[in-house]
């Protein structure tokens, strides 16, 4: 079993956790995820993981609740614990020195950008971050970020703080920039993946997505996280999850992510349709 340490919200509808996982936590790097279990008949879910200390034996993960086993890992509470987790999973991200690189994250990716960041500075690279939100009340982890970068520039889509408007507005920024950019990394959901490598590609920009289609086993045996880059059969989660933006067959994915939607949403409301006849009888008995 796996100790939960932290849980809480960091803003509306998105969670940290951070739990015991020794072996995890001793191998880990920047880009890599785990494959979890909130409980023990529950289903597997990949989440990347946003930070790890070694000596504590801890990682931490950051996720957006958007329905039944994040909804679970939501109201878990310290001293509670998970079943399974495996990991780490993937390849990492590729660390060099590659000049000025910018760090793109939005939702959970504004948390997984974290390691990526501070192992690109170690290296010695000029780091721009850019974080992204509906509103400015959705952004946190800013002075951790803050202190591994060198420029920090904000997007809401309403304007409350930095450019107003979605991820589009990465191409303005990068063309009004004095400096040259010489590669972009983009962690978070599917259309900021998309759209961020939309933004790059007439500027010629070597782009890095994270990309985060379903997932069963990690490891390369049910094919389910199939996915077309460069016209080539790829599988995220032993040849990714980090792929050339430019050339993601990007419909396939976005039609591919929606494959079981039908029964997440069957699922979910099954779900908590039973939590609430366990509450009314509870009520009702006493
Ligand atoms: C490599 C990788 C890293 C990821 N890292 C993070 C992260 O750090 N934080 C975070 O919030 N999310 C992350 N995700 C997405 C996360 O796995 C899904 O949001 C989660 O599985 C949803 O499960 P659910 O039961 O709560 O929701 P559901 O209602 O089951 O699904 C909601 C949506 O999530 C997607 N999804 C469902 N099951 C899976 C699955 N087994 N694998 C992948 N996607 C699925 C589907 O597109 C679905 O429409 C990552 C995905 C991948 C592949
Ligand atoms: S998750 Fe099964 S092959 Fe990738």
Redesign the pocket.
């Known amino acids: 079993m796996f100790k939960v340490i932290a849980a809480r919200m960091l803003v509306p509808n998105i969670h940290l956790l951070r739990v015991e996982a020794p072996a995890a936590a001793s191998q880990m790097k920047p880009g890599q ?1 785990v494959i979890l279990r909130a409980e023990e008949d529950g ?6 993981v ?1 930070n790890w200390d070694e000596e504590e034996g801890t990682i931490t ?11 679970k890992l939501a109201s878990l509470k310290v001293g509670m614990s998970i079943p399974t987790v495996v990991g780490p999973l ?1 390849n990492p991200t590729e660390i060099d020195k590659f000049g000025t690189v910018l760090l793109l994250g939005g ?2 990716g504004i ?2 950008i974290f390691p990526i960041a501070r192992a690109l500075k170690e290296k010695e690279n000029r780091i721009i971050t850019v974080v992204e939100a509906r509103s400015s009340f959705l952004f946190y982890w800013e002075n951790r970020l803050r202190e591994v970068s060198d420029r920090f520039i904000h997007i809401t889509r309403d304007g409350t703080k930095g450019y107003r408007g979605h991820v589009g507005r990465l191409e303005e920024i990068l063309t009004s920039s004095k400096e040259s950019i010489n590669r972009v990394i983009v962690n978070g959901c599917t259309f900021l993946l998309k759209r961020g490598s939309d933004a790059t590609r007439p500027l010629g920009i070597k782009t890095v997505v ?7 086993d990690g490891t390369g045996m049910c094919g389910v ?1 199939r996915v077309t880059v460069g016209s080539r059969t790829r599988f ?2 032993v040849d990714g ?1 980090d792929f050339d933006g430019h050339e993601v067959d990007w419909t396939e994915l976005l039609q591919r ?2 494959s ?2 039908r029964e ?2 069957v ?2 409301g099954s779900s908590r349709c039973e939590e609430h006849s366990q509450e009314a009888r509870k009520m009702s008995y006493g």
């Open positions: 995820f289903e597997r879910i990949p989440l990347s946003s993960l950051i996720f957006m609740n958007v329905g039944l086993t994040t909804g993937g939702c959970y948390g997984s994270s990309l985060n289609p379903i997932m069963i996280c995220a989660c999850p992510r929606k079981y939607m997440e949403v699922h979910l």
